[in-house]
């Protein structure tokens, strides 16, 4: 996978974690109930781990495009001084 291609489904992963939270007319209501919890509440709560389960490879797959992204450019593949744990 080249390194463009990396980071636009890194792009792709992190746009939920940003659009669902500003689309408030998707859980502007109080129905369905979870534990007595309104929808707004758990939904909102949900949101959470659904951006951690997107960032999370986001972020990995992040690590990797810029590896490539420095070795296409002649840099080494881990800025010096920086200590990589591999």
Known sequence: ???????GLIGLLLAP????????SLYDREDPK????????????ALILVAVCLTVPAFLLSQGAD???RQRHG?????PGEEVDR
């Not at 996978?1 to 980071?7: E, L």
Request: hydrophobic fraction near 65%.
């Open 1 to 7: 996978m080249t390194s463009r291609a990396r980071w």
């Open 17 to 24: 974690a940003v659009v669902l939270p500003l689309w408030v």
């Open 34 to 45: 979870l534990f007595d919890f309104p929808f707004f509440f758990w939904f909102q709560f």
């Open 67 to 69: 590896r490539l992204d």
């Open 75 to 79: 840099l080494p593949a881990d800025p």
